[in-house]
Each structure stands twice: as structure tokens, then as C-alpha cells.
């Protein structure tokens, strides 16, 4: 039974919870929308259930110390705490801010406020492994899947998502060009430029998951400069709130059910799931039943949810008889230097990147350690942000030419930003603390991570990288904060990754959980590598290539 639901915030229809629906999809972010919309499609009834609340356009402010500060967009500490410990012989202790494990809660999910990058991963990220050899003491291994299986799927992100760009040196092999041009160039993107000219390197139009031009029925970007931690306003930005769900909504079988946060998915003595446990937004308990349920919550929820679902079955969580649910975290490298120019750049307009530069992605045995990445000129700071941590190390906190100093240098600087790879440790992991609870009285998310040697050695290499660039560029003074092991995580990778062999992963190639037959899992949790860091266009390639796999299953009754 369904019935019509005039009072949501979208177009889509109400389904009853003791109704069994074909598909409840956990999360609706860069994947779970994306499975919404192909499932619904294909003319499956899908309930998506996202722990966050469904904002409409209108409600996005330029607001930076609620974005950034008071966490309009992101679950609030004092609600939701994270700790966080180096290894499992170490205390962990609570981060409020910023704290252990960062995501946006909201419908749309982190889609909504990032900033954008949407690098293709390239062919030798899915073989490493193989072309270099094993790395002692790590997870480090092949993808289950190549670069030409998933190319197609990159293809329906560019031009269904909605991705702006120019192929650039070295890039991969592509179907089909980018639906829309790149975004005007910036000053940042022109110093750069000039900067890797003088020094043998290639920089080239960023591609960016936000519209230069009309799309999809969608506008254009209107260059207002709040883009990370802020959502979209007019739609430019292609997130899963903006792009995808619009689209599931509109085929009348996907309800979105917002401030629903899952505590627990119910399996039957033959293994199967069955049901979708939830607290609605007054706090009461709902079960959604469901043929299958497809598991999109990140890479940090993905894998405590799979924990919370224990049973005399499962005993060590739902789908974890490889031990592997919430081990292999990565999180991706990431380094900056500023640099000070003479005239004025105002990189505060604007998108963040508009240039990369792709001339070090390999890993190379001359360096002396595992990874490779890209580098991209950006202003990543806001006003308040700025003026707590924006100034160089040796400038006065306080005073009249503390004052000057932020007028001059605000509108002056830009970064240079380093994306790097992490390699895949056993002891780095998410897992659910025993003493601290969340409002609901679950496990904390408790953030197990200590970065392998070879991940600093190889920031720190970008990061002398990015000097070069600026004083390349003709920058007046170049400053940078030193490459520090990580405690917070943003790109949430690897928590649940996907293998042939049962013992050794939690999924297969098609998304199924080896365990259980009608439960798949797909969002960053998935990654069996890091990549090169930006992986939102990734994950949304798996979830339009997994969704085919799963509507072929389920046409065929093999699920």
C-alpha cells in the first residue's frame, strides 16, 4: 500500500511500514541517491531512509559560523560524539572540535557540502597491487574490478550528475566528453599555470561536480565563493539532494524519509534480512520491511550499523564473518602551502579550484616511498577561519598590524593543496567506543588511525611540491603548517571493501554482501585503495554500476 504525501518536502509517495517494499536504501548521499534514482527507476518501490533532515534550497545560508562553526549541516557533538585514539593500545578520548569523524547529515549527505572535486580514479588505481607488489604490513591489494568495467558508469556521473570539464594531460580514456565546459578560470588557476610551466609541469581544467552551464534543467553556477560546508542555493552544485533525488522522487516508487536514524537491521534464521529498525524524528522506534536493503550510510556509519546489527547468527555484526567490517579505514592525504602576491587575487569568489595538476600521480620508487596524487591552487578559507589560522605562523594574533595583515593578505593569497594516497592498515579502523554513547544511547563512533610512514613521506613530498609551485608562480612569501599524522576523518574509505574471497572482504564485485545474499553495501566503505584522494565521483561510478548489477538480480529473482 502507498499513499500519496502532500506534506513532504519532495514529490514522492508514503509507504507503509508494514508494507514489505522492494528496497530500503540507508542514506542518501553521493551513493544512496544515485541508488534511489536507479532503482526507482527501474520500477522497484524504494524507501530511503537518511538520518538527517531534508533542507530545501531557500534554507542554505551563507552563514559561516553556523556552516562551519555550529554545524547547521553536520551532527552536532554534543549529540553525536566521536573519539578518537592512535592504536588499540591507546585510551580514546572525545573530539568536539573538530571532532573524529566529520560527514554532513542531511538529505543529500556530504554531497551537499563539499567542495567538488570529481577526479576520475585511473586505470592503475585498480591494479597497483599488481604492477608494484605488495607492501609488508598492509592491506594493500587489486581491485575486484578494472578501470574499463567502471568507465561506462564515470561516463552517466558526468553527464547525469553533472560534471564540468576539459580532459587534461594524461587523463584516461573516456566514452564521451564532459557534458559542459570547465568553470572560468580563477587567479589561483592562472598562477598555477604559470608556475608549473616554468617548472616542466601540466596543469589543466579541474573537473568539478558543479555546472558552468545549464544542465539537466539545472542552473548554472553563480560564483557566490560558498562552497565547502555549504549547500547550493540554486542547484549548481550537482549533489544528490540537487541531481538524483529529485529524479527518484519524480518516478512516484521512492518516498525519502528524512530524520530517520537506523539503529539496526533484522535478519531471519535463514540469514536474510527482513527488516529496517529506526528512530523517527520524535524519537519512536519504526521497522521498515524490505525483500533487500542496500547499505549507503558512509564509510563511518556503514560500518557501526553493520556492528549494532548483531545477532547469535552474526555474532561479530551483520555481514563480518571475514573480521573486516570497519578495518582497512583510509583517509586520504592532504597537505597545503600558502603563498603571498603582490596584487591582489580575491580567491574568496568563486569556486575553490579551477586547476590541477596530474604530473605526479604514480607512484614513483624514486621517491623513496608508496603514493602518488594531485595538486590544485584553491583559497580554502572563509573570513572567521581565516583569521584564527589563515596568517603566517610568525604574524602578531593581535593588534593593529594583525589587523592590516588580514585586510591585505586576504584578498592576496591562495593555497597550493596536495591530494595524496593512504595505504590500507589492519589496526586502522572505525568501531563502536564502549564507554561513550550518542543521545540515542548507541556506541560512539570511536576513529582507531596512525598513518603509515610511506603516507607522510609522501604528503610531505607534495607539500615541498606545492612551495615550488608558488615560488614558481612569483609569489612573495610562502609559508606552510608541518605534515601532521591525521585525527579527523573526512574521506571515509575501506571500512567494508570489496573482494572475490569471502575470508578477506565484506562484499564482492557487485556490491553483495558475501554473508547475505539480499544485503549490499555501497558507498565509500566499498574502496579496496584510496586513490588519489577526491573520491565522491568514484563512489557514485560504483553506485550506477552496482545499481545494474542489482536491478539484473532482482529481475531475475536472485535476490
Known amino acids: 500500500m502507498r499513499v500519496r504525501n502532500n506534506a513532504a518536502p519532495g514529490a514522492g509517495v508514503r509507504f507503509q511500514t508494514r508494507t514489505e517494499v522492494d528496497f530500503v536504501v540507508i542514506g542518501s548521499g553521493a551513493a544512496g541517491g544515485v541508488l534511489a534514482k536507479e532503482l526507482s527507476s527501474a520500477g522497484f518501490s524504494v524507501v530511503v531512509l537518511e538520518q538527517g533532515p531534508y533542507l530545501r534550497p531557500s534554507q542554505f545560508r551563507h552563514d559561516e559560523l553556523g556552516g562551519f562553526y555550529n554545524f547547521d549541516l553536520l551532527p552536532k557533538p554534543s549529540d553525536f560524539p566521536t573519539t578518537f585514539r592512535k592504536t588499540e593500545k591507546d585510551e580514546a578520548t572525545v573530539q568536539s572540535f573538530p571532532p573524529s569523524v566529520l560527514y554532513a547529515k542531511l538529505v543529500g549527505g556530504s554531497s551537499v557540502h563539499f567542495t567538488a572535486n570529481y577526479w576520475r580514479f585511473r586505470p592503475i588505481d585498480f591494479v597497483e597491487r599488481s604492477r608494484i607488489g605488495g607492501i609488508a604490513g598492509t592491506g594493500f591489494a587489486d581491485w575486484p574490478i578494472t578501470y574499463p568495467e567502471l568507465e561506462p558508469y564515470y561516463t552517466k556521473v558526468d553527464w547525469e550528475v553533472g560534471v564540468s570539464g576539459a580532459p587534461g594531460p594524461g587523463d584516461p580514456f573516456r566514452s564521451r566528453p564532459y557534458p559542459v565546459p570547465p568553470l572560468p578560470v580563477k587567479s589561483s588557476g592562472v598562477l598555477l599555470e604559470q608556475g608549473a610551466r616554468k617548472l616542466g609541469l601540466h596543469a589543466a581544467p579541474a573537473p568539478m561536480a558543479i555546472l558552468s552551464r545549464p544542465h539537466n534543467h539545472r542552473a548554472s553556477c553563480i560564483h557566490c565563493g560558498f562552497c565547502m560546508f555549504f549547500g547550493c542555493e540554486v542547484g549548481a552544485k550537482s549533489s544528490s539532494l540537487a541531481s538524483m533525488i529529485p529524479l527518484a522522487e519524480a518516478t512516484g516508487r521512492c518516498e525519502i524519509r528524512p530524520e530517520s536514524t537506523v539503529f539496526r537491521i533484522e535478519t531471519n534464521a535463514a540469514g536474510r534480512v527482513t527488516q529496517v529498525l529506526y528512530w523517527d524524528r520524535d524519537g519512536r522506534e519504526q521497522a521498515q520491511r524490505a525483500k533487500a536493503v542496500v547499505v549507503s550510510a558512509n564509510g563511518a556509519e556503514t560500518a557501526r550499523l553493520l556492528l549494532l546489527s548483531e545477532s547469535s547468527r552474526f555474532p561479530g555484526g551483520l555481514a563480518n564473518?571475514?573480521?573486516?567490517?570497519?578495518?582497512?579505514?583510509?583517509?586520504?592525504?592532504?597537505?597545503?602551502?600558502?603563498?603571498?602576491?603582490?596584487?591582489?587575487?580575491?580567491?574568496?569568489?568563486?569556486?575553490?579550484?579551477?586547476?590541477?595538476?596530474?604530473?605526479?600521480?604514480?607512484?614513483?620508487?624514486?621517491?623513496?616511498?608508496?603514493?602518488?596524487?594531485?595538486?590544485?591552487?584553491?583559497?580554502?578559507?572563509?573570513?572567521?577561519?581565516?583569521?584564527?589560522?589563515?596568517?603566517?605562523?610568525?604574524?602578531?594574533?593581535?593588534?593593529?598590524?594583525?589587523?592590516?595583515?588580514?585586510?591585505?593578505?586576504?584578498?592576496?593569497?591562495?593555497?597550493?593543496?596536495?591530494?595524496?594516497?593512504?595505504?590500507?592498515?589492519?589496526?586502522?579502523?572505525?568501531?563502536?567506543?564502549?564507554?561513550?554513547?550518542?543521545?540515542?544511547?548507541?556506541?560512539?563512533?570511536?576513529?582507531?588511525?596512525?598513518?603509515?610512514?610511506?603516507?607522510?613521506?609522501i604528503l610531505r613530498f607534495f607539500q615541498d611540491r606545492c612551495k615550488e609551485l608558488l615560488d614558481a608562480a612569483g609569489a612573495k612569501r610562502v609559508w606552510a603548517n608541518p605534515v601532521r599524522e591525521q585525527n579527523v576523518a573526512v574521506h571515509l574509505l575501506g571500512t567494508c571493501r570489496m573482494g572475490d574471497h569471502p575470508g578477506e572482504s565484506v562484499v564482492d564485485k557487485y556490491h553483495r554482501a558475501h554473508d547475505v545474499r539480499n544485503l549490499f553495501v555501497c558507498d565509500g566503505s566499498s574502496f579496496v585503495t584510496s586513490g588519489r584522494g577526491q573520491p565522491t565521483m568514484t563512489i557514485q561510478a560504483l553506485a550506477f554500476r552496482a545499481a545494474d548489477h542489482i536491478v539484473r538480480f532482482a529481475r531475475r529473482g536472485d535476490i
Open 321 to 457: 564473518s571475514s573480521g573486516t567490517v570497519g578495518k582497512y579505514l583510509m583517509l586520504n592525504g592532504y597537505c597545503t602551502a600558502y603563498g603571498y602576491f603582490e596584487q591582489p587575487l580575491n580567491e574568496y569568489k568563486s569556486v575553490q579550484v579551477t586547476r590541477v595538476i596530474m604530473d605526479y600521480y604514480d607512484t614513483d620508487p624514486a621517491r623513496g616511498c608508496y603514493g602518488g596524487g594531485g595538486i590544485d591552487a584553491r583559497f580554502d578559507m572563509y573570513p572567521v577561519l581565516f583569521g584564527l589560522g589563515g596568517l603566517p605562523g610568525d604574524a602578531p594574533q593581535w593588534g593593529p598590524e594583525y589587523k592590516r595583515m588580514l585586510a591585505e593578505y586576504y584578498t592576496h593569497t591562495m593555497a597550493v593543496a596536495g591530494h595524496s594516497t593512504s595505504l590500507p592498515l589492519l589496526s586502522n579502523s572505525i568501531s563502536l567506543d564502549p564507554k561513550v554513547k550518542d543521545k540515542y544511547g548507541r556506541p560512539a563512533l570511536r576513529l582507531t588511525y596512525k598513518d603509515h610512514p610511506d603516507d607522510l613521506k
